[in-house]
């Protein structure tokens, strides 16, 4: 008699899960046609707003493209043919000619940079520049022009924080010119690079009488790039302690 209970309490409760998930599966589809149909008079409501969204959108995709390809594109060929034009008047000498900036017919680095200063040979044009305006003794332009370059390849950039720093050296700015070398060791994982200017750093800043931090970079060499340096570390090292 339990045993036949039993079977029909189980019975009862199996149709009554059943029924509960049926009932659950009903709401659900109820509540999934409701989400449904506010989507829908959400879209009937909103379709000019959404139209207008996509449309701008898609104005701005196909606008990046058309500016990569119609304006990008030829402005870095323009920029090229000045540039390449202004390398071979540095290959030969001829530092005025390269620099150039002083006609259309031949805008050299300057001009180039001038033009083109957003595209990638426009900013090594500025690179370039600088340098050359270095060389003239002009280290404010020099600085200004180097100011302008940038790049993706980090011992480029190392160098550059360099070629701006002997600018500052140049204008008596030691301060800024000691951070700057400082950014120079730091800007690339190249070890000679990062030797040159650490060893350039401690050497400005022992002449500015900084010894802690001369110490600093002459330790610094000392500890990591001994391959580069013939053993002149202890000596800087040594020399601190009596400059």
């Given at each position: ?56 959108l898609l ?103 360099g ?67 013939n ?13």
């Open positions: 008699m339990h045993f036949y209970f039993t079977k029909i309490m189980a019975k009862d409760n199996k149709h009554n899960k059943k029924e509960q998930e049926g009932k659950e599966t009903v709401e659900f589809f109820k509540d999934l046609d409701k989400e449904a149909l506010q989507t829908e008079r959400f879209l009937e409501k909103n379709s000019k707003m959404l139209g207008i969204v996509f449309g701008v104005a701005g995709v196909l606008g990046f493209f058309a500016y990569q390809q119609f304006i990008v594109a030829p402005k870095n060929e323009e920029a090229m043919k000045g540039y390449l034009a202004a390398q071979k008047h540095l290959n030969d000498g001829n530092d005025a000619e390269a620099l150039g900036g002083k006609s259309a017919a031949n805008p050299g680095f300057l001009g180039t940079q001038k033009e083109y200063g957003n595209t990638d040979v426009g900013k090594l044009s500025a690179y370039n520049a600088g340098l050359l305006k270095f060389k003239e003794g002009k280290y404010q332009e020099a600085y200004d022009l180097l100011d302008k370059f940038s790049s993706g390849n980090k011992i480029l950039m190392a160098l550059k924080y070629a701006m720093a002997d600018c500052k050296s140049n204008l008596n700015q030691n301060d800024e010119a000691l951070s700057l070398l400082e950014k120079a060791a730091g800007a690339s994982s190249d070890p000679y690079t990062m030797y040159f200017f650490t060893k350039k750093a401690g050497t400005v800043a022992l002449g500015m009488d900084k010894k802690d931090v001369a110490k600093k970079h002459f330790t610094t060499i000392d500890q990591k790039y001994k391959d580069y340096d053993g002149m570390s202890d000596a800087y090292i040594e020399m601190v302690k009596y400059f």
